[in-house]
């Protein structure tokens, strides 16, 4: 699934939606490009952006929040 040049993974989680989208990703980029392609295909707007070392958290305009973080 991930090739052996990648050191971390990064996990991608969403609350708030009515599906169920957690995935792990090999790069924080693909995870970023997967929360954007859902904000466009929903119509959801990013408002805050939280920062902890490794991990963001999403808060979106209608409650929905997007994790993303460094799992490896």
């Known amino acids: 699934m991930f090739n052996n040049y ?3 993974t990064y996990s991608f989680a969403v609350i708030g939606l009515s599906k169920k989208l957690d ?3 090999s ?3 693909a ?3 997967y929360m954007y392609s859902i904000c466009q295909k929903y119509g959801i ?3 805050t952006v ?3 070392n490794h991990d963001k958290t999403y808060i ?3 409650g929905i929040t997007f994790y993303i ?3 490896m």
Do not use: V
């Open 69 to 71: 973080q460094r799992a």
């Open 50 to 52: 939280w920062e902890d």
């Open 6 to 8: 990648n050191e971390h």
């Open 23 to 25: 995935k792990l990703f």
């Open 45 to 47: 707007q990013i408002k």
């Open 31 to 33: 995870a970023n490009e």
């Open 27 to 29: 790069s924080r980029q």
């Open 60 to 62: 979106c305009d209608n």
